[in-house]
């Protein structure tokens, strides 16, 4: 069962939060917006760990978080709520978005698409050419997302997933680039 997150943004401030880049410091918050999306990559603390370790392959992590915090927290405090976060794997031509979730009372603001613009706008900067994720056959919510988000269908992979097993579609979205650090607008989701 899952574990009830708290909305830490007031009703009426739904919409102020901003994004930053991810460190150590956030692994637990990433874990308890995990632990409640239905969906997303439940990984370990070492997973999350290796996420941030100098000597892994490069990963690059966004995170949400409300503009405002209540008296004596600071942004990236331990136990501060994060309302979402992105992690992908990002070196050469290919990169691969490893996870994203957004807590649930958030989600349809616009958040999930503000952290893969953040990571599309990096991969493009980098001199990436596409962008993959693999994501459950059954997650038609994430599917509908990745499509808005300019992700087309490349291809299945059988029983890819465990408990419960399923076929993962690969989703893939090529980036555009005319020359050398040059980014030419590409199909990216509104403007909101
Ligand atoms: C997938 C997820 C990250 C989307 O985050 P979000 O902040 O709700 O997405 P956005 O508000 O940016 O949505 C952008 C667009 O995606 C589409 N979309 C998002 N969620 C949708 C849903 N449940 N049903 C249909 N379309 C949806 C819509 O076109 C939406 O635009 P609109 O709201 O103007 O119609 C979020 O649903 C989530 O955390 N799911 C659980 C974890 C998960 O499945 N992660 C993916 C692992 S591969």
Do not use: H
Request: glycine content about 8%; charged content about 25%.
């Amino acid at each position: 069962m899952q574990k009830s997150i708290s909305n830490p943004l007031p009703e009426q401030d739904r919409l102020s939060a901003r994004i930053r880049r991810g460190s150590a410091k956030d692994i637990a918050a990433m874990r308890a917006v995990a632990c409640n999306s239905n969906g997303a990559s439940q990984w370990s603390a070492e997973i999350y760990e290796r996420v941030f370790s100098s000597e892994a392959p490069p990963r690059l992590t966004w995170v949400v978080e409300p503009c405002a915090f209540g008296p004596g927290m600071q942004a990236g405090s331990a136990g501060v709520g994060l309302l979402g976060f992105l992690v992908a794997l990002g070196s050469g031509a290919e990169w691969e978005l490893e996870n994203l979730a957004v807590v649930q009372p958030c989600r349809r603001r616009g958040l999930g698409r503000r952290l893969v613009r953040a990571l599309v706008t990096q991969a493009c900067k980098a001199g990436a050419e596409s962008i993959f994720l693999e994501v459950r056959e059954s997650n038609l919510a994430a599917r509908v997302f990745y499509e808005s988000a300019g992700f087309r269908t490349a291809g299945r992979r059988p029983e890819y997933y465990s408990d419960p097993p399923e076929d993962a579609i690969v989703y893939r979205r090529e980036l555009f680039l005319a020359a050398p650090g040059n980014v030419v607008a590409s199909p990216e989701m509104g403007t909101r």
